[in-house]
């Protein structure tokens, strides 16, 4: 232990990431040996009406350690080239401009490199118009894994706490209702749904969302919300529903029951609800967007043909959304990783779970800025074994500041402009 304690110290330092974060214990700071276990596991969700499509257990069968590489064909990135200022995939056509930036795309690389990252992910897209400005992934467990940004394959965790608190908003809850708790940090028991005397804490909705608070999250589920109102909440979201897009890419899957206990685990993220980042980044774009749904775009060609954007939220329901996103990157789990004055106004969701055996510790952020005229929405998902340098929220920071920096600097007009360009034909 004493040998880590420089690396636990330098990683601290670097991320800005402490134990009083969300859902982590002090077992799994950068060095730790994880002598017990650092997260109890959800228990098995109860018996449930069989959802369209099959969604694995986390705790029996995590998809994380079937997952499979793209096929040559599928995987588009690894096939790009970089012309000038734009990447160029190569077909029977000629050469097809993508919508990736190359400044994002190639820094973002680096980094996840730099910090060997055992599986990460992290996709930026253009809110308004759906447009992948990077898509990019690295995994040192598993160097011949391609297809991470695309791969459901990562338990959502609190991430799911969005579509929970759409859900809740549609039922009359306000961000100011307030809710008084006790305990919850990494389990949900029965006997936290219920009001006690206990509960010496008392939160906003806003509040809640923005510290993650597990309890509050459950007992609103079990209070406002039943399994129907929740599927449908997660279908709105596209949970469930395949995403079409250039690469192919796995349907996010939520496993939502009607058993009370169950369904509140799943509404405060302990649930069996699997997330594509590209999906993560999506469903942070909703909220830019007003409420409004866009498909993601990979080939600058498919701009003008895409599909119109389809309303999930009321523009009333969405602002009030990012407000709550807000209090995440204010004064919730993700505070120490937003102070930079470019990243002011930026919005946010953490989440976080760890699996016991193997120990894996996966944290998300997904989120969007600048709140008022959203111009970068991203998702970052890090998992990390017991030694790690960092985690999504740094990662999530960095790219949510490289893309606000492209677009600053005119290059990501540039580039579109480059693309505009008529494509050359291959020989």
């Known amino acids: 232990m004493r040998a880590a304690l420089p690396l ?14 969300e859902a982590l214990d002090p077992t799994t700071l950068p060095g730790a040996l994880v002598t017990s276990v ?15 499509l099959p969604v694995p257990s986390r705790v029996k069968t995590p998809p994380l350690a079937s997952v499979r590489p793209l096929a040559p064909a599928e995987d588009l990135l690894a096939r790009a080239h970089r012309d000038g200022t734009r990447y160029v995939v190569t ?23 730099e910090y060997q990252t055992p599986w990460a992910a992290v996709v930026v897209l253009e809110p308004s118009t759906g447009r992948v400005l990077a898509m990019v992934e690295h995994s040192e467990a598993a160097p011949g894994l391609r297809g991470l940004p695309v ?5 959502a965790a609190s991430v799911f706490k969005l579509v929970t608190a759409s859900a809740l908003l549609d039922e009359g809850v306000t961000p100011d209702d307030e809710s008084c708790y006790h305990g919850g940090k990494r389990r949900v028991s029965e ?30 589920t079990h209070r406002y919300l039943d ?12 949970f469930n529903r395949p995403i079409p897009f250039a690469i192919p890419t796995e349907p996010s899957l939520a496993a939502v029951p009607d058993e009370p206990l169950e369904l509140a685990r799943t509404g405060a993220g302990f649930g069996d609800v699997f997330l ?23 080939f600058e060609r498919d701009l003008a043909t895409a599909p119109d954007p389809e309303r999930v939220l009321s523009e009333e329901r969405a602002a009030a959304l990012t407000g709550m996103m807000e209090e995440t990157v204010t004064h919730g789990t993700a ?9 002011r106004g930026a919005v946010g969701k953490t989440g976080s779970l760890a699996d016991r055996n193997p120990f894996r510790d996966y944290s998300w952020f997904v989120g969007f800025a600048p709140r008022e005229a959203p111009k970068v929405a991203v998702a970052a998902v890090v998992v990390n074994e017991p030694r790690w340098r960092i985690r999504a929220p740094w990662l999530a920071r960095e790219a949510m500041r490289l893309g606000l920096e492209a677009v600053g600097s005119g290059r990501l007009a540039s580039v579109s402009e480059a693309r505009s360009a008529p494509a050359r034909r291959s020989p």
């Not at 650092?38 to 369209?52: K, L, M, R």
């Open 151 to 155: 791969k459901a394959v990562f338990p």
């Open 91 to 113: 077909g029977p056509e000629g050469e097809a401009a993508l919508t990736l930036v190359p400044s994002i795309q190639e820094s973002l690389g680096r980094t996840l490199t």
């Open 335 to 343: 505070r120490r990783f937003f102070r930079l004055r470019e990243l």
């Open 8 to 21: 636990a110290l330098l990683a601290m330092l670097l991320t800005g990431f402490t134990p009083e974060d």
């Open 191 to 220: 006997s936290l749904l219920a009001d006690s005397s206990r509960d010496r804490e008392c939160v906003s909705l806003s509040e809640a969302l923005g510290r993650s608070a597990n309890v509050v999250f459950a007992k609103l």
């Open 276 to 298: 594509s980042p590209l999906h993560g980044a999506l469903i942070a774009s909703v909220a830019a967007n007003g409420g409004l749904w866009r498909s993601p775009i990979l």
């Open 38 to 52: 650092p997260a109890e596991a959800p228990e098995t969700p109860a018996t449930s009406p069989a959802p369209s």
């Open 227 to 238: 399994g129907d109102k929740l599927r449908a909440a997660a279908e709105l979201f596209r």
